[in-house]
């Protein structure tokens, strides 16, 4: 099965400044990357994914990076601001080539924004 | 219904005691997720169904877990005789299908056991 890291664990930034938030992954048939950020008390929400045919997606101030070839992808988040304080988690398919689904994760980022 | 919904919200239980988890998925979503938070951690991946049907039982950590779900749509996630490592927040998400498509998810049972 994949096998997603993910840093930093901490992340404190400025408010106003860019946070940037990276993912590397183990399997290279993996075709689909979402980002879901999680507040205090709630479940995980998907904020943007991108699927391996594409380079990068913008969405706003957040946008995915994918490096296929070097399997990692980045979230980056620019002109942050005191709402974007929350747990962010990537994530990558359970298993490539169809069969069993579900999604693997990442141990989550906590990101700070300093006012 | 507007989201995915799950019951109850907390529960505490006594070492040994059976739990019964409940997840509500949004109206027409074909495909049914489990997964667990411990503190501070990642989500683990337990189990997912598509339609009434759990083509892996793997991710399910002992023999004690269990669950299923009847009619295409509500789920319960059963833990027998709970442990205390069982303690976490139990997370159910729902989508259209399976494969690579958006995942909702409920708000989460905090589980205790004491």
């Known amino acids: 099965g994949e096998n997603v890291e993910q840093h930093p664990s901490t992340l404190s930034v400025q408010e106003g400044d860019s946070a940037v938030i990276k993912c590397t992954y183990s399997d290279s048939a993996s075709n689909y990357f979402p980002w879901y950020k999680q507040e205090l008390g709630k479940g995980p929400q998907l904020i943007i994914d991108i699927r391996s045919n594409v380079g990068e997606k913008k969405d706003q101030r957040i946008a995915v990076t994918l490096n296929k070839t070097a399997k990692h992808f980045s979230l980056h988040i620019t002109e942050t601001q005191p709402e974007d304080s929350a747990v962010y988690f990537c994530?990558?398919?359970?298993?490539?080539?169809?069969?069993?689904?579900?999604?693997?994760f990442g141990k989550g980022t906590h990101l700070i924004i300093q006012p | 219904g507007a989201g995915v919904s799950q019951s109850p919200s907390n529960k505490v239980t006594e070492k040994g005691k059976d739990v019964e988890l409940r997840c509500d998925p949004i109206s027409g979503h074909t495909a049914l997720y489990w997964y667990r938070q411990s503190l501070g951690q990642g989500l683990e991946f337990l189990i997912y169904?598509?339609?009434?049907?759990?083509?892996?039982k793997s991710g399910l950590p002992s023999d004690r877990f269990s669950a299923e779900r009847t009619g295409g749509s509500v789920s319960t996630l059963t833990i027998q005789r709970t442990q205390q490592e069982d303690s976490a927040v139990y997370l159910c998400?729902?989508?259209?299908?399976?494969?690579?498509?958006?995942?909702?998810f409920g708000q989460g049972t905090r589980l205790t056991v004491v």
């Open positions: 998400a729902s989508s259209l299908e399976t494969g690579s498509t958006e995942a909702f």
């Open positions: 994530a990558a398919p359970l298993y490539s080539g169809g069969g069993a689904d579900g999604l693997t």
């Open positions: 169904f598509q339609g009434n049907s759990a083509p892996d």
